[in-house]
């Protein structure tokens, strides 16, 4: 059988302890691991949200509520009297580009935009016109998008002039959580990186878009290596966090890779949450950078090299709730392909990489009166699955390194027979990393790095690698041609 997990039970865990936090597209979750990376059997907790979102293209949270989830997590899991002072540090993760709008108070002035708000669409359009956006990539590694700081603070200069008018600070969902809690808005390099307004070699922020967003850099925080942790505030809510130190908040996306082993750039990550991504470690900056990919620098000496998809977890979620699939749907993605599935391009949030069209909208393409529900979700499985290939075929010269596709996340493990698709649409095997949080293991392993950097760490827990199927690539380059053809026509037309 495929081990899962790797708890140990609290009396036989290795100190020091960490206390990790991860703040996802679905809940917030937290818990305890030893120094060698296992987490603390029994010292878990979850508190399941949902962003607000609406066809305008709204995608927001409530920064308060979300406070409250982290400080309720906190509560349930040091509540254990056996831990004592056990606990020597604090981190967390959150969803990558985020942005509050916060007064001189560290108020919220408004709602938590997140990386799925696509109002600033106009916006983008419009900082292209202005801006060399080849240049502005090369520079911060990021490309003009409306997941990004400077055509949302674009944006609300005229949606919301009184929100820009009243704010003082700018900061990310992570930086609100700590402020509110520990009085200390302690932002990652890699929080600050995926603003897009970092340069990926300097770690300063950009002038030419922080002049064309219209704010100054006093509004931002200043980047922190996870080797740069505040000290202990000694909290009285929390006497077991009494000698711990707090880390700066990272992205997820840098977590990801760390928890699914992938710490060096043989390794690339395929994601797979509600969002997804594939992304590669690199020592410095990728150069030169692909145009549809993103290279955030993430502490002094490396980055991440990789592109964003939207639409992973939650394209599933979706068919799951809105078809009238077949108790035994998933054997649709063991079955061999076939010409009746249907061709989906899975936009239902807008499109990241490669192409970058904030605005773009799922497209079912084949669809007739004979297809059925189960025909249908097989079909959007396929297209996501062909979005990960477009930015894998950005990769290859940018990587050329990659020995392994190492595959996490909640997708990967509900439905891990669309593993054999992703390999057979990549032309790669595909490891399956079958541990659960393996994001909040990656944040509480870096956090370990500085904490406990000569304890041996566990391995990681995988489950069957899946090897590309000669029979079907075929099928799938010819797939994968019309699904060029038919983006081409319907996003970029």
């Not at 406070?67 to 831990?83: G, K, N, S």
């Not at 290859?396 to 439905?415: F, M, T, Y």
Request: charged share 20%; with cysteine.
């Amino acid at each position: 059988m495929t081990r899962i997990d790797d708890d140990v039970a609290l009396e036989t865990a290795l100190d020091p302890l960490v206390l990790a936090l991860d703040i996802g597209s679905t809940a917030t979750r937290g818990g305890v691991h030893d120094a060698s990376g296992r987490r603390v059997h029994g010292l878990q907790h979850k508190v399941p949200h949902a962003f607000l979102v609406a066809p305008d293209g709204t995608s927001v949270i409530d920064p308060e509520q979300v406070t409250t989830e982290v400080a309720q997590i906190i509560d349930t899991v040091t509540a254990d009297p056996r831990l004592g002072s056990r606990i020597a540090g604090v981190a967390m993760d959150t969803f990558a580009a985020s942005l509050i709008a916060v007064d001189a108070d560290g108020r919220a002035l408004s709602p938590c935009l997140t990386y799925a708000d696509s109002r600033s669409a106009g916006a983008v359009t419009a900082l292209r016109e202005e801006l060399d956006e080849h240049a502005v990539q090369q520079r911060t590694g990021t490309r003009l998008h409306t997941s990004y700081h400077a055509p949302r603070l674009r944006w609300l200069r005229t949606a919301q002039p009184q929100v820009v008018a009243g704010a003082v600070f700018w900061w990310s969902l992570g930086e609100y959580v700590w402020a509110r809690l520990i009085g200390q808005p302690l932002a990652g390099t890699s929080t600050v990186a995926w603003t897009g307004l970092l340069d990926r070699r300097t770690g300063e922020l950009d002038a030419e878009l922080l002049a064309a967003a219209g704010v100054g850099p006093e509004q931002f925080s200043p980047p922190r290596d996870m080797t740069d942790p505040a000290p202990s505030v000694a909290p009285g809510r929390w006497p077991a966090l009494t000698r711990a130190v707090w880390f700066p908040v990272i992205t997820d996306g840098f977590a990801s890779n760390i928890g699914a082993g992938a710490i060096d750039s043989t390794v690339l990550t395929a994601a797979t949450a509600t969002s997804g991504a594939l992304r590669v470690l690199l020592d410095g900056p990728a150069d030169p950078l692909p145009f549809g990919l993103w290279n955030y620098r993430v502490d002094a000496g490396r980055t991440l090299l990789g592109g964003a998809i939207n639409d992973v977890g939650r394209a599933v979620s979706w068919a799951q709730s809105t078809l009238r699939l077949s108790p035994d749907v998933t054997s649709a993605l063991a079955t061999p392909p076939g010409e009746a599935t249907p061709l989906v391009l899975p936009y239902l949030t807008g499109e990241r990489a490669p192409g970058w069209v904030g605005e773009a909208r799922a497209v079912f393409g084949g669809v007739s009166a004979a297809t059925d529900a189960d025909t249908l979700f097989r079909g959007i499985v396929e297209g996501v699955a062909m979005t990960y290939a477009r930015v894998a075929d950005e990769l290859r010269p940018a990587a050329p390194q990659i020995l392994e596709v190492a595959a996490a996340g909640r997708v990967s493990n509900d439905q891990p027979d669309w593993l054999q698709i992703l390999a057979d649409v990549l032309e790669r095997p595909v490891t399956h990393v079958t541990r659960r949080r393996a994001t909040q293991r990656g944040t509480a392993l870096l956090a370990l790095d500085v904490l406990a950097p000569d304890v041996p760490r566990a391995p990681r827990v995988t489950g069957s690698t899946y090897e590309p199927r000669p029979a079907h690539a075929g099928y799938y380059a010819e797939r994968r041609a019309r699904f060029g053809e038919m983006y081409d026509a319907q996003i970029r037309g």
